[in-house]
């Protein structure tokens, strides 16, 4: 099942005896559940001797799906490729880490290097970072060159968690690809400090990050230091004036720069500028330069493209210069550009269209003043949340702000989660509590109030027998009304994995009314029971598995004396 692989073929060209060689399922849409669904895979896999390359782009994959296939890779350590892209389409996002994990410990156990690992339209956010980082902490990858990461969903957090599994050991990337995944400011100056410490970047992806000035100028200090960057794309970001600025600062050590695209990035007449004095004092020779619908007025946009023609030597028909959607001025001054840069450059949107006059010359100065304005108060945004602080805490606090709680029997127990409150309830508590929450009518609110109603009960296990009780009739109550809600799968596994503290909560201001250690023991008293989903089953104890260190020691001891929570040959501290 072999297909066209540029770096399988490179690694072949340096050992020419050697066909290129592996396995791919792309594109099939095929739904792997079970080892059985993944039986094709394995078997592909199993009678490939020389594996090169990987592909599973396209299909869904499960956790024991994932866990067959990585069986299989235990036995190749000439893998080189990996390509894991748009591979969880229909998953619960907590459904990922566990799968990812399991690919990667196969790939760890064969001794495998990678030269390619492409995740890309995987929504997995921050938490399927966790599953990635003791591959990306490995020897596996130890000589990667291609990191492909786009449409991730990572945010800041995932942002964070990413550098720090490149820094733990020295990486060596000639391309990162991380576009469509909300890093801001602070996921951005995280990586850039890694980019420092590499030195060997060829191309540098990034759009779509909102990312402004302050993270720009982190990313320009980082390219300094990798003078063999030829391709930059920072598209979609809020660059400004100060980022230009601070890249123009960049572009003298930046001798191999080909490419650039700053499309939609708000440059302005100011930021233009910067970029064109930067282009004409260093002779920079692009092949293609994107800065179109940037609000740059005419007069900035004849200085752009008097930088790029300037060189004597240079031949300005090579370089493809998009300018539409600025403000180029009437026709004589479009005929001046296109005869300066010849026939590639794309000047307007539509053929024939000149609706692009968005800023006038006498706009200019302003524009950049207000541009500097917005640079200043929109990083405010990218601050607005601290998630640099240990990833789990021995508890969490649930927003419970969607859950009405008046002042009846049940509400009063929500509130203070006491033996005395609950013993108020009576025999019955489990249904009281039931159609007390049975009103609420928004999903998300409503598998949250129910997760929290179950750990306020489960809380008191170890101190209640009639907590104890109702807790275990609780849990299928808990199951049934969330598996009525849309998306409930993975609205599920979040709620109860932030209320165990096994991720971290991003509101601050809440704290938790229930006893972990309670909670856990309730939870290994009905995990296996027939009712649970098994999915939701394998997610709880991966993260249960992978946070164990760090919980407080009367959780970690309630874990340990509960088999049912552990995984399979997973060995505890």
């Not at 990798?226 to 572009?251: C, Y």
């Not at 009518?441 to 949250?448: G, Y």
């Not at 009639?466 to 275990?472: E, F, G, H, L, P």
């Amino acid at each position: 099942m072999a297909s066209f692989d540029l770096n399988a073929i490179n690694t072949a060209l340096s050992e020419p005896t050697r066909t290129v060689s592996g396995v791919d399922f792309s594109g099939k849409s095929l739904k792997l559940d079970t080892e059985k669904d993944a039986q094709p895979i394995v078997d592909a896999i199993n009678s490939c001797p020389d594996l090169q390359y990987l592909t599973l782009t396209g299909n869904t994959l499960g956790v024991a799906a994932a866990k067959a296939i990585a069986k299989a890779l235990e036995h190749h350590p000439e893998l080189k490729v990996a390509r894991f892209s748009d591979m969880f389409t229909g998953r619960m996002k907590t459904e990922i880490p566990p799968a990812l994990s399991a690919l990667g410990d196969g790939m760890i156990a064969a001794g495998a290097r990678l030269s390619l690992l492409d995740l890309s339209d995987n929504a997995f956010g921050p938490i399927g970072v966790e599953g990635l980082a003791r591959l990306l902490q490995s020897e596996v990858c130890g000589q990667l060159q291609e990191l492909r990461l786009n449409n991730n969903g990572l945010g800041i957090t995932g942002g964070r968690l990413l550098a720090k599994a490149l820094s733990a050991n020295p990486r060596r990337l000639k391309v990162f690809i991380a576009g469509r995944n909300r890093l801001e400011n602070d996921g951005a100056t995280a990586l850039a400090k890694v980019f420092q410490e590499m030195g060997t970047l060829e191309e540098v992806a990034m759009p779509q990050n909102g990312i402004y000035h302050v993270g720009i100028s982190s990313l320009s200090d980082a390219f300094k230091k990798n003078p063999g960057l030829r391709s930059l794309n920072l598209n979609d970001n809020t660059i400004g004036g100060k980022g230009a600025q601070a890249i123009a600062d960049a572009l003298p050590r930046l001798k191999n720069l080909k490419s650039i695209n700053f499309g939609d990035c708000l440059l302005k007449s100011k930021g233009a500028k910067a970029l064109a004095r930067a282009f004409k004092d260093n002779s920079v020779r692009l092949e293609s330069l994107d800065l179109s619908h940037n609000e740059i007025g005419r007069e900035a946009c004849m200085e752009i493209v008097d930088a790029i023609t300037s060189p004597s030597d240079a031949q300005a028909q090579g370089t493809k210069v998009v300018l539409a959607g600025n403000s180029l001025g009437g026709t004589a001054n479009k005929k001046t550009m296109r005869d300066k840069l010849g026939e590639t450059a794309v000047l307007s949107d539509g053929e024939g269209s000149d609706g692009d006059e968005y800023v006038t010359d006498s706009e200019e100065e302003s524009s950049g003043d207000e541009s500097e304005r917005s640079e200043d108060s929109a990083t405010e945004d990218a601050q607005h949340l601290d998630t640099s602080a240990d990833f789990v805490k021995d508890v969490i606090a649930l927003d419970n702000s969607g859950v009405e709680e008046i002042e009846t029997d049940v509400g009063r127990f929500l509130k203070e989660p006491t033996s005395l409150n609950l013993d108020r309830l009576g025999p019955e508590a489990a249904d009281v509590i039931d159609a007390h929450l049975q009103s609420i009518k928004e999903p998300a609110d409503l598998i949250q109030a129910y997760v929290e109603a179950t750990f306020c009960v489960s809380g008191l296990y170890q101190d209640n027998n009639t907590a104890a009780q109702i807790s275990r009739k609780l849990y299928p109550i808990l199951l049934s009304r969330a598996g009525q809600q849309h998306a409930a799968a993975w609205l599920l596994a979040d709620t109860m994995l932030r209320g165990l503290g096994l991720i971290k909560s991003e509101n601050k201001e809440y704290r938790p009314r229930w006893s972990l250690p309670g909670c856990y023991t309730a939870l290994g008293s009905v995990i296996e029971e027939a009712y649970f989903p098994p999915a939701l089953r394998d997610t709880l104890r991966f993260f249960i598995a992978s946070k164990l260190p760090v919980l407080g020691e009367d959780t970690k001891q309630a874990v340990l004396r509960q088999r049912t929570l552990q995984q399979h040959n997973t060995q505890y501290a």
